[in-house]
T-cell receptor, first 111, second 112 residues
Framework: GESVGLHLPTLSVQEGDNSIINCAYS??????FIWYKQESGKGPQFIIDIRSNMDKRQGQRVTVLLNKTVKHLSLQIAATQPGDSAVYFC??????????FGAGTTVTVRA | SAVISQKPSRDICQRGTSLTIQCQVDSQVTMMFWYRQQPGQSLTLIATANQGSEATYESGFVIDKFPISRPNLTFSTLTVSNMSPEDSSIYLC?????????FGPGTRLLVL
């Protein structure tokens, strides 16, 4: 079946460095993608989204890149801070509004 | 965005019993969703609950086990019936609002 997956389950990054989290998707019909951050004991928090008619979108310290040719999505976090330590999920959506989630990448920020 | 609350935030239950989880949204929304997140894993959609229609369940989830109510545009409940230890999970409510999906804080359920 079609699925969303993440390339790396864990990422350790030095405070102040940039982080890149990758995600592969396989459903070519997906037209909307979302990155969520989930801290321990909390629900997923919306970070940034991108529609399939775009290839880049920037937010505050975060950038999402979408490469539809190779079905790849990435989240870049600039100047990573201790508060960025969390599990990050990518999710894809088709036209029925259902989200399909990747496995999640655990980001640990080293002081 | 939408602000979502869930009750209870956590519970410990005995096998064979049932638990009803409440989800309240601060604005009217058409589409609500219930997800399950097993320990250390990703999110799996249980069902979609739209006001005025029966909930639609994903493969592997049935109404007898997870009955859902959606009485109005700001509220929904999910019941986990006849619980077993395998039902120990985080149950999350989500809504479609402003073109995206937002999640509640989750209900952490432990079944003994």
């Amino acid at each position: 079946g079609e699925s969303v997956g993440l390339h790396l389950p864990t990422l350790s990054v030095q405070e102040g460095d940039n982080s890149i989290i990758n995600c592969a998707y396989s459903n070519s019909a997906s037209d909307y993608f979302i990155w969520y951050k989930q801290e321990s004991g909390k629900g997923p928090q919306f970070i940034i989204d991108i529609r399939s008619n775009m290839d880049k979108r920037q937010g505050q310290r975060v950038t999402v890149l979408l490469n539809k040719t190779v079905k790849h999505l990435s989240l870049q976090i600039a100047a990573t801070q201790p508060g960025d330590s969390a599990v990050y999920f990518c999710a894809e959506r088709t036209n029925d509004y259902k989200l399909s989630f990747g496995a999640g990448t655990t980001v640990t920020v080293r002081a | 965005s939408a602000v979502i609350s869930q009750k209870p935030s956590r519970d410990i239950c005995q096998r064979g019993t049932s638990l009803t989880i409440q989800c309240q949204v601060d604005s009217q929304v058409t589409m609500m969703f219930w997800y399950r997140q097993q320990p250390g894993q990703s999110l799996t959609l249980i069902a979609t609950a739209n006001q005025g229609s029966e909930a639609t369940y994903e493969s592997g989830f049935v109404i007898d086990k997870f009955p859902i109510s959606r009485p109005n545009l700001t509220f929904s409940t999910l019941t986990v019936s006849n619980m077993s230890p395998e039902d120990s999970s985080i149950y999350l409510c989500s809504v479609e609002a402003a073109g995206t999906q937002y999640f509640g804080p989750g209900t952490r359920l432990l079944v003994l």
